[in-house]
């Protein structure tokens, strides 16, 4: 089991900037995937980028390219994300998720970090 704790969330006003971070813990030895979904209000669950094994991959969605970054630190067991350039429309809950692998569900799922971007 892989437990996973995000961190980072907060409120910003638009065009702003936040870094989330996400801790791993248990059997974190291993080749896993990582990555960050979103959750809006009211909204399905929405993928947002992820992190190959070894971090020489990474993909976005479009809603997001060019604006947020994923990067991983094997050595503290961290993944991040970096928001710049933040809109209204970013305000969700986000999620960390990882994956034994590199292709497959999505097996591990921290609870959250509320992200709100003001207008």
């Known amino acids: 089991q892989v437990q996973l704790v995000e961190s980072g969330g907060g409120l910003v006003q638009a065009g702003g900037s936040l870094r989330l971070s996400c801790a791993a813990s248990?059997?974190?030895?291993?080749?896993?995937?990582m990555g960050w979904f979103r959750q809006a209000p009211g909204k399905e669950r929405l993928f947002v980028g992820s992190?190959?094994?070894?971090?020489?991959?990474?993909v976005y969605a479009d809603s997001v390219k060019g604006r947020f970054a994923i990067s991983r630190e094997d050595a503290k067991n961290t993944l991040y994300l970096q928001m710049n350039n933040l809109k209204p429309e970013d305000t969700a809950v986000y999620y960390c998720?990882?994956?034994?692998?590199?292709?497959?569900?999505?097996?591990?799922w921290g609870q959250g970090t509320q992200v709100t971007v003001s207008s």
């Open positions: 992190i190959s094994v070894i971090g020489q991959i990474t």
């Open positions: 998720v990882a994956r034994y692998g590199d292709v497959g569900p999505w097996d591990y």
């Open positions: 248990g059997r974190t030895r291993g080749q896993y995937a």
